[in-house]
């Protein structure tokens, strides 16, 4: 099981940028796909982006695409989300998760283990 501590959240002005992290404690960090995943009020969690083990392709889902970044360093065992150009409809609780597999997934019920979520509010 991976132990995962996100950071960063914030309340900024739409067109705002923030960047979230994500620290992992475990086993074989670098093997291990990344999520991000959003949580509106009323809403169902929904993947934002995921970064592979071994490649470092990324996939998107296309209301962030252009906007946001995935990345990570595998030496600090972290993954980042950049995200600029922010609107009122990103803000969410944001939650890191870890797969037990280096492939790219979107499915919620692919990750086995998430952090604790950070809040990002847009507001003017």
């Known amino acids: 099981q991976v132990q995962l501590v996100e950071s960063g959240g914030g309340l900024v002005q739409p067109g705002g940028s923030l960047k979230l992290s994500c620290v992992a404690s475990?086993?074989?960090?670098?093997?291990?796909?990344m999520g991000w995943f959003r949580q509106a009020p009323g809403k169902e969690r929904e993947f934002v982006a995921v970064?592979?083990?071994?490649?470092?392709?990324?996939y998107y889902t296309g209301s962030v695409k252009g906007r946001f970044t995935i990345s990570r360093d595998n030496a600090k065992n972290t993954v980042y989300l950049q995200m600029n150009s922010l609107k009122p409809e990103d803000t969410a609780v944001y939650y890191c998760?870890?797969?037990?597999?280096?492939?790219?997934?979107?499915?919620?019920?692919?990750?086995?283990?998430w952090g604790q979520g950070t809040q990002v509010t847009v507001s003017s």
């Open positions: 475990g086993p074989t960090f670098s093997s291990r796909a």
């Open positions: 998760a870890a797969r037990g597999h280096f492939s790219i997934s979107t499915g919620t019920s692919d990750f086995g283990s």
């Open positions: 970064i592979d083990g071994p490649n470092l392709n990324t």
